[in-house]
Structure formats: structure tokens, C-alpha cells
């Protein structure tokens, strides 16, 4: 007999689910505003609070927009795990990141071809 535990626990795990993320946001929102910061100190820019909250703003979006996008290239081949494969999906239509994530894994991107192994050899 349910005795309204088990929609407490639900809403317990869902509110800690929003609470983590929050604090991930305000952690990538503080690494991007130090990162444009470090940048306009470099080029001698000046870096409005304004602009500031535009860059924050624009840049969560992006990394929501791109998190979702590879929850659903992992769930579509039946895994609840994201890998590095299904960002590399997702990364298709820019060079600079498949090239970085190309650099830094062993997982050959989509383009390249596994069965080259001076392809491979210079990923790992």
C-alpha cells in the first residue's frame, strides 16, 4: 500500500537533481566569465557586467542545447551512459572541437577510419 513515500523520494531526488545542476551552471557560468576576462585583459578590451551576463547566458545555452543533444545520440543506440563517441556525434559539424577531442581521446572520430592505423596511432 503506497502511503505518499515514494512521491516524496521522487520529488527529494528531483529537487537534488535541480540543486545539482544549479551549482554546475554557477560553476561553468564563474570558468567562462574568468576565461572572457582573462581574454579581454589579453587584448586590452573591456569587459562590461553587462557582456559579462551575455556571454554567461549565451554559453549555458549552449552547453544545455549540446548536453541534450548527446543524452539523445547515447539513448538513441539504448545506452543511459553518455560516451566519448556520442560527443563526437555531436561535434560533427565543428572541426575545431572533433580535432580536440581527437587530440585528447583514442576514440577515432566519425570521420576517421578505424582500419588506419597511422590514423589511430596518432589519436592515442
Same mark, same amino acid.
Given at each position: 500500500?503506497?502511503?505518499?513515500? @515514494?512521491?516524496?523520494?521522487?520529488?527529494?531526488? %528531483?529537487?537534488? $537533481?535541480? @540543486?545539482?545542476?544549479?551549482?554546475? $551552471?554557477?560553476?561553468?557560468? +564563474? #570558468?567562462?566569465? %574568468?576565461?572572457?576576462?582573462?581574454? +579581454?585583459?589579453?587584448?586590452?578590451?573591456?569587459?562590461? !557586467? $553587462?557582456?559579462?551576463?551575455?556571454?554567461?547566458?549565451?554559453?549555458?545555452?549552449?552547453?544545455?542545447?549540446?548536453? #541534450?543533444?548527446? #543524452?539523445?545520440?547515447? #539513448?538513441?543506440?539504448?545506452?543511459?551512459?553518455? $560516451?566519448? @563517441?556520442?560527443?563526437?556525434?555531436? +561535434?560533427?559539424?565543428?572541426?575545431?572541437?572533433?580535432? !580536440?577531442? +581527437? @587530440?585528447?581521446?583514442?576514440?577515432?572520430?566519425?570521420?576517421?577510419?578505424?582500419?588506419?592505423?597511422?590514423?589511430?596511432?596518432?589519436?592515442?
Amino acid at each position: 500500500m503506497a502511503d505518499g513515500r @515514494e512521491g516524496e523520494e521522487r520529488g527529494d531526488g %528531483e529537487m537534488q $537533481e535541480q @540543486e545539482g545542476r544549479a551549482r554546475l $551552471e554557477e560553476k561553468v557560468a +564563474a #570558468r567562462w566569465t %574568468e576565461m572572457a576576462r582573462q581574454k +579581454a585583459k589579453v587584448q586590452n578590451w573591456t569587459l562590461t !557586467a $553587462e557582456l559579462e551576463g551575455a556571454i554567461c547566458a549565451t554559453t549555458m545555452s549552449v552547453v544545455r542545447e549540446t548536453a #541534450r543533444d548527446v #543524452r539523445h545520440f547515447a #539513448r538513441h543506440v539504448g545506452r543511459d551512459v553518455v $560516451e566519448v @563517441e556520442d560527443v563526437s556525434l555531436c +561535434a560533427r559539424r565543428n572541426p575545431s572541437l572533433q580535432q !580536440a577531442l +581527437a @587530440e585528447r581521446t583514442a576514440v577515432p572520430t566519425h570521420h576517421d577510419d578505424p582500419t588506419d592505423v597511422d590514423v589511430y596511432a596518432s589519436t592515442t
